[in-house]
């Protein structure tokens, strides 16, 4: 299995900090994705990094990939209370994405 | 109204019954997806489609049956239902199986 694991499982920071989360895989991938998720509500598609690629940039959003360590990390910049949500990593072989268990952010006013 | 919508949102039924939950896309997305979440577990993968007519098992797919006729619609079917079966389905769809996905609102099953 190529199954993303996040850690922390759980972040609680203040508004206006940053917000770094780890993903770990197990096997080569074509991709890496990172996605959102709300209270009750559906998955949110971030960011894509392909294998050949080590950061990618979008918005308040940097994610870096590091395939020899079989490891990604999202950032988020300047949290605010709406990106309160769990995220999740999917790693992408050439084969269905494996999501992780998710990482919950927390971000207080 | 254009995206991806799962209906009902909110089931509940008993050991024993035959529950279909239904997934439609108007994307005309090749891919199609179902996705348990539990606690604990994260996103599982049950049964994934590539056209029309295909169709493929995944990670959890005992218990559970798929089909696809049409390209914009994926139902997902427990022939008959177990409490262990009690979960938040999403459905989601892409136009391959490695690219992003859009997910569904979701369905909040509960089996008795």
């Known amino acids: 299995s190529q199954q993303g694991e996040e850690d922390p499982q759980a972040l609680s920071i203040q508004e206006g900090e940053n917000a770094t989360m780890n993903c770990s895989y197990k096997?080569?991938?074509?991709?890496l994705q990172w996605y959102r998720q709300n209270s009750g509500r559906g998955l949110v598609h971030l960011i894509l990094?392909?294998?050949?690629?080590r950061e990618k940039h979008s918005g308040r959003l940097r994610v870096t990939l590091d395939t020899s360590k079989k490891s990604s990390s999202l950032l988020i910049t300047a949290s605010r209370a709406a990106d309160t949500a769990s995220y999740f990593c999917?790693?992408?072989?050439?084969?269905?994405?494996?999501f992780g268990k998710g990482t919950m952010l927390l971000v207080s006013p | 109204d254009a995206g991806i919508t799962q209906s009902p949102r909110y089931k509940i039924t008993e050991t024993g019954r035959q529950v279909t939950l239904m997934c439609h896309q108007t994307?005309?997305?090749?891919?199609m997806f179902w996705y348990r979440q539990d606690l604990g577990h994260g996103l599982r993968l049950i049964y994934y489609?590539?056209?029309?007519?295909?169709?493929d098992k995944g990670e959890v797919p005992d218990g559970y049956v798929v089909s696809r006729s049409k390209t914009e619609n994926f139902p997902l079917t427990l022939e008959s239902a177990t409490r262990s079966q009690t979960s938040v389905y999403f459905c989601?769809?892409?136009?391959?199986?490695?690219?992003?996905?859009?997910f569904g609102p979701g369905t909040r099953l509960t089996v008795l």
């Open positions: 994307w005309s997305h090749s891919y």
């Open positions: 489609s590539a056209a029309a007519d295909i169709t």
């Open positions: 999917a790693a992408s072989g050439y084969s269905t994405l494996t």
């Open positions: 989601a769809s892409s136009i391959s199986d490695y690219n992003e996905q859009f």
């Open positions: 990094i392909r294998s050949n690629e």
């Open positions: 096997t080569s991938i074509n991709n």
